[in-house]
């Protein structure tokens, strides 16, 4: 059973379980992530700044702005309530079903987004932060919440929160072809990617051995690269190398020697698909594994043992 990332909301807060894990995070190391997580949680608008005071703010500072919050909330409530009543004359039953709809799908995008935030500030916490780093790009804040605000599954919050704090730690790391790509994938494709982790050469390649050549895993690659996460019919080169040489497949070390160029075929990995590997931890395939110090002898190389 997978853990679950949403939390149960506070009583008394509007910002729900969201707050505790703001509240504990040390956004001073980190000042560029405390206007992306608020744009993930509430938006653009003049409610950012406040909102931006809420996570980093203490005590009645907190308070304060959190009622500020709240009343602009109230404000658009009842702007939504008059427009409400002039459209009702029209078709009750309409405006009725509209309301119920439009609050439905909002809430559900509310409780993705600030599952998606929580998780990106925990992930935050593990790892060294530079205090000089910018928030990410406005443009690439808004593509990148319009897509995760659908995340309902714990593995699609877990994956765009990692998404979101790569790009607060380092600004660029992740294209926008790279939100495309992660759009569109569904649990099955994700569930490929996952796998196919413990195929790929040197974070940037999967070297065709025979059991790419036909049946299911042929099949995987071919769904792989009508998503554009890697394109097959390459060729790959390897320069002559000298001396010892270090060959990773998933998360093996080989170590080889050869003295002539190796080329094999091979599906090369999109600049998406090289991205997106970063936050998906690598595995073996003890089979794959075992192919590609075939196919790499092969070619000519001698595997080494481990030094």
């Not at 919050?69 to 009543?85: P, V």
């Not at 808004?142 to 995340?151: C, D, H, R, V």
Request: with cysteine; charged share 25%.
């Amino acid at each position: 059973m997978p853990e679950d990332y949403t939390n149960a909301p506070e009583a008394g807060s509007p910002l729900g379980g969201l707050s505790a894990t703001i509240s504990s995070f040390d956004w001073l190391k980190l000042p560029g992530a405390a206007r992306a997580i608020a744009r993930v949680v509430i938006g653009a608008g003049e409610a950012v700044s406040s909102w931006t005071d809420v996570i980093t703010a203490k005590g009645e500072q907190a308070a304060q702005t959190i009622r500020d919050t709240t009343h602009a909330r109230s404000r658009a409530l009842t702007a939504m309530t008059e427009a409400a009543i002039r459209n009702a004359k029209k078709d009750p039953a309409l405006v009725t079903r509209a309301i119920h709809y439009l609050v439905d799908e909002q809430i559900s995008k509310q409780e993705n987004r600030e599952a998606v935030a929580a998780e990106a500030v925990r992930v935050l916490e593990e790892f060294p932060s530079n205090p000089a780093t910018p928030s990410p790009d406005d443009d690439w804040l808004n593509i990148f919440i319009a897509q995760a605000e659908k995340a309902s599954s714990d593995r699609a919050r877990k994956h765009w929160a990692r998404i979101l704090a790569g790009e607060i730690k380092n600004p660029g790391s992740f294209s926008l072809m790279t939100i495309n790509l992660l759009a569109v994938i569904d649990q099955r494709l994700a569930q490929i990617i996952e796998q196919a982790r413990g195929w790929i050469v040197q974070d940037d390649h999967i070297a065709i051995t025979k059991s790419f050549r036909k049946g299911d895993l042929y099949s995987k690659l071919l769904a792989l690269d009508a998503i554009g996460f890697l394109r097959m019919g390459s060729a790959k080169f390897i320069p002559a190398p000298k001396g010892q040489v270090i060959y990773y497949v998933g998360n093996r070390t080989i170590f080889y020697s050869c003295d002539r160029e190796i080329t094999y075929h091979a599906a090369i990995l999109t600049l998406a698909g090289r991205e997106l590997i970063k936050i998906i931890p690598a595995v073996t395939d003890d089979t794959i594994v075992a192919e590609a110090v075939e196919l790499m002898v092969s070619r000519g190389a001698t595997a080494l043992p481990r030094p």
